[in-house]
């Protein structure tokens, strides 16, 4: 049962909302939660009898299990967040709640059973206030580049001032984009041949969604998987197919809600599982800016959004399962977007459905 069906429980648990605590006075038994964090148990609290399992929430996704067998165990729990370091992408049971990223603002629903509403604030996001992924790629610079294939990201960057720009609202995601189930290549082995099937490898609890916007090209959409790729990451060098590079374009990624890692210059934002962990994970945001309107391109009130999630393949490069250029990726969507379609919000839904996202034109907050 939640802490709203139980009188004791929303006393000490939701009367609590910055640092909500358990405390079972007849079993001795206190717990302290992270913040918007909730707990149930099998029976009410008079009516507990050895072993008892505890289910503790995360405010966003993450359960934690635990089960106490005596009254030995009855002591002082505290349940923290942090980084999650499992290597399987769809942990059943957590070592402790998944870290909120730092740039999330949460704000409470009207009982803790509820999941608080969370927005993600790109003000001082340095990678996706604006977008700028698309000043690192391979196609963006290097000795390879012909003058008319150069891609034109500086001007995409240096261009977009944050008015009349397409902005991201909300995302939401139901399928887990490192779930070990996918398969990520079919063909020949590169050494000897055979046939080969390869799933994803075991990429852990975080997966890093990616987009790319260019101006609208129906050929694009006839571009095989692996073109489409390439195409969206500028490495069309690799494949050497540079007389396909768009005139200008944007890429970057789409934050998360829980943070990753720590270590460096920038906290990245990912997505959790959501085979189990967290079945459907929805974030609003503000401040992001993805597209300008103003670029000075012709014909530029029609575009394609490009979506998918970043794998690592080079462990399977190294094992020379895979050609050195093929990308593993995860294709989420691509979608066609009509300026005037957005000067009210935009729900776009991939064909999975698992994957929706609602953009809108406006204005970048000064």
Same mark, same amino acid.
């Given at each position: 049962?939640?802490?709203?069906?139980t009188?004791?429980?929303?006393?000490?648990?939701?009367?609590? $909302?910055?640092?909500?605590t358990?405390?079972?006075?007849?079993?001795g038994? +206190?717990i302290k939660?992270?913040?918007? *964090?909730?707990?149930e148990?099998?029976?009410s609290?008079?009516?507990?009898?050895?072993?008892?399992?505890?289910k503790? $929430?995360?405010p966003l996704g993450?359960v934690i %299990?635990?089960t106490?067998? &005596? &009254?030995?165990e009855? =002591?002082?729990?505290?349940i923290?967040?942090?980084?999650?370091?499992? =290597?399987?992408?769809?942990p059943?049971?957590l070592?402790?709640?998944?870290?909120?990223?730092?740039?999330?603002?949460?704000?409470?629903?009207e009982?803790?059973?509820?999941?608080p509403r969370?927005?993600?604030d790109?003000?001082?996001?340095?990678? !996706?206030?604006?977008p700028?992924f698309q000043?690192?790629?391979?196609?963006?610079y290097?000795?390879? !580049?012909q003058?008319?294939h150069v891609?034109?990201? !500086?001007k +995409?960057? +240096?261009?977009?001032?944050?008015?009349?720009?397409?902005?991201l609202?909300?995302?939401?995601?139901k399928?887990d984009?490192e779930?070990?189930?996918i398969?990520d290549y079919?063909?020949?082995?590169?050494?000897n041949g055979?046939?080969?099937a390869?799933? %994803?490898?075991?990429?852990?609890?975080?997966?890093n969604?990616h987009?790319?916007?260019v101006?609208?090209?129906? =050929?694009?959409? +006839?571009?095989?998987r692996?073109?489409?790729?390439?195409?969206?990451?500028?490495?069309?060098?690799? @494949?050497?197919?540079l007389?396909? &590079?768009?005139?200008?374009?944007?890429? *970057?990624?789409?934050?998360g809600? $829980?943070?990753?890692?720590?270590?460096g210059?920038?906290?990245?934002? %990912?997505?959790?599982?959501?085979?189990?962990?967290?079945?459907?994970?929805?974030?609003?945001y503000?401040?992001?800016?993805?597209?300008?309107?103003?670029?000075p391109i012709e014909?530029?009130d029609?575009l394609?959004?490009?979506v998918?999630?970043g794998d %690592?393949?080079e462990?399977?490069?190294k094992q020379?399962?895979?050609?050195?250029f093929?990308?593993?990726d995860?294709? @989420?969507?691509?979608?066609?977007?009509?300026?005037?379609?957005?000067?009210?919000p935009?729900?776009?839904?991939n064909e999975?459905?698992? $994957?929706?996202?609602?953009?809108?034109?406006?204005?970048?907050?000064?």
């Amino acid at each position: 049962m939640s802490c709203k069906k139980t009188a004791l429980w929303i006393f000490f648990i939701c009367g609590a $909302f910055l640092t909500p605590t358990f405390a079972n006075p007849d079993q001795g038994l +206190s717990i302290k939660l992270p913040p918007y *964090s909730r707990i149930e148990m099998e029976k009410s609290p008079g009516e507990l009898v050895f072993p008892f399992t505890v289910k503790i $929430f995360g405010p966003l996704g993450g359960v934690i %299990e635990k089960t106490i067998f &005596s &009254s030995n165990e009855l =002591k002082p729990l505290v349940i923290r967040s942090d980084i999650i370091p499992l =290597k399987d992408p769809n942990p059943k049971n957590l070592p402790f709640l998944p870290e909120i990223c730092g740039r999330v603002i949460l704000e409470p629903a009207e009982t803790l059973s509820v999941s608080p509403r969370a927005v993600y604030d790109g003000t001082d996001d340095l990678l !996706n206030h604006f977008p700028v992924f698309q000043l690192l790629e391979p196609d963006s610079y290097g000795i390879h !580049n012909q003058e008319t294939h150069v891609l034109l990201s !500086n001007k +995409s960057y +240096s261009h977009m001032d944050g008015l009349n720009v397409l902005l991201l609202k909300s995302v939401e995601l139901k399928y887990d984009y490192e779930d070990s189930g996918i398969i990520d290549y079919v063909g020949p082995d590169p050494v000897n041949g055979k046939e080969v099937a390869i799933h %994803e490898g075991d990429g852990g609890f975080y997966a890093n969604i990616h987009y790319a916007i260019v101006p609208y090209d129906k =050929k694009i959409l +006839s571009f095989d998987r692996q073109t489409l790729l390439h195409f969206a990451q500028g490495k069309l060098m690799e @494949i050497d197919r540079l007389d396909l &590079s768009p005139l200008i374009k944007t890429h *970057s990624l789409i934050p998360g809600p $829980f943070l990753s890692k720590r270590e460096g210059t920038y906290a990245p934002c %990912e997505w959790g599982d959501t085979a189990y962990q967290a079945p459907v994970q929805k974030m609003d945001y503000q401040n992001i800016a993805l597209w300008d309107w103003d670029y000075p391109i012709e014909k530029n009130d029609r575009l394609l959004m490009i979506v998918w999630e970043g794998d %690592e393949e080079e462990w399977l490069i190294k094992q020379k399962r895979i050609d050195p250029f093929y990308l593993t990726d995860d294709l @989420i969507g691509i979608f066609e977007i009509k300026k005037r379609k957005t000067r009210k919000p935009l729900t776009l839904i991939n064909e999975k459905g698992d $994957f929706k996202m609602t953009l809108q034109t406006g204005d970048v907050s000064q």
